[in-house]
């Protein structure tokens, strides 16, 4: 990796990708001196994907002045995760999993001064769902496995493409996949009511939103997993490309 990076052209894009925290005990429970010690960590992909897009990931822990990070990156990637906290969509509270106050602050801050610095964002899953909550949308709070497309069914194969999604014309998700596209579905939470400037521009054959846009900044989120897919998703392409320019 290291000669990798020594290769890289100055004009290469440095993409800021989150993760998430958790305590030393999930890693080592074996060692008691490790149990209270913080761990950021993120899952591999969303970096690979970046690089073979030909940008430059960088992961971002979680600190308190998330905007130092805007001051540097050309682009944005708010990853999947746990849920948003409901308080902030005013939802229901016995519907959400894995909610972290402390994920949420800042991603919320890191996402507000991407937008004041005007760089591009992509958010897969979770950071959909923290680009519609930010703008003042809603969340659909329970998509259960049996109904539908079954969103929510775990397959042991991340890779598998389990429904279709139908993307609007018009739309940036239409230039980079045509009228339809095949994905893979690991979520049980999608948007409701679109934030302020948001453009719904993909939705699964049942009607969940599975992709949003605004309507003046370079902002995209899927609701789909396509840094686990087989092949690169033009996704990564495009938030290379507009960091780029």
């Keep these: 990796m290291d000669s990798v990076l020594r290769t890289l ?10 993760g ?14 490790l149990v209270d010690s913080p761990v ?18 960088v992961e971002l822990p979680i600190i308190d002045d998330p905007a130092a990070y805007v001051d540097r ?5 708010l990853t999947g995760g746990g849920d948003v906290n409901p308080e902030r969509w005013k939802g229901p509270s016995d519907s959400s999993l894995l909610v972290s106050e402390e994920r949420d602050a800042f991603e919320f801050a890191l996402l ?11 958010g897969i899953c979770r950071g959909l769902q923290v680009i519609n909550v930010l703008l003042g ?6 998509l259960d496995w049996a109904e539908g497309d079954g969103h929510s069914k775990r397959t042991e194969d991340r890779t598998q493409r389990r429904h279709r999604v139908g993307c609007e014309a018009g739309s940036i998700l239409r230039q980079l996949y045509g009228s339809t596209t095949l994905v893979n579905s690991f979520h049980h939470q999608a948007v409701d009511q679109p ?9 699964s054959d049942d ?10 900044a370079n902002v995209l989120g899927v609701q789909w997993h396509p840094e686990m897919l087989d092949e690169l998703e033009p996704v990564f392409g495009w938030l290379v490309d507009v960091a780029s320019q």
């Design 9 to 18: 052209p100055l004009v290469t894009p440095l993409v800021g990708i989150t």
């Design 20 to 33: 998430r925290t958790s305590l030393g005990a999930v890693l080592a429970p074996g060692a008691p001196h």
């Design 40 to 57: 950021d960590w993120f899952f591999g992909e969303y970096a690979r994907r970046v690089r073979e897009a030909g940008g430059l990931p």
């Design 73 to 77: 990156l050309d682009a944005l990637l």
């Design 112 to 122: 507000e001064a991407a937008l004041r610095a005007g760089i591009p964002v992509l």
């Design 137 to 142: 949308g809603t969340l659909v709070p329970h």
């Design 195 to 203: 934030g302020k400037e948001l453009r719904i521009t993909a939705r």
């Design 207 to 216: 009607g969940t939103v599975e992709g949003v846009e605004h309507v003046t």
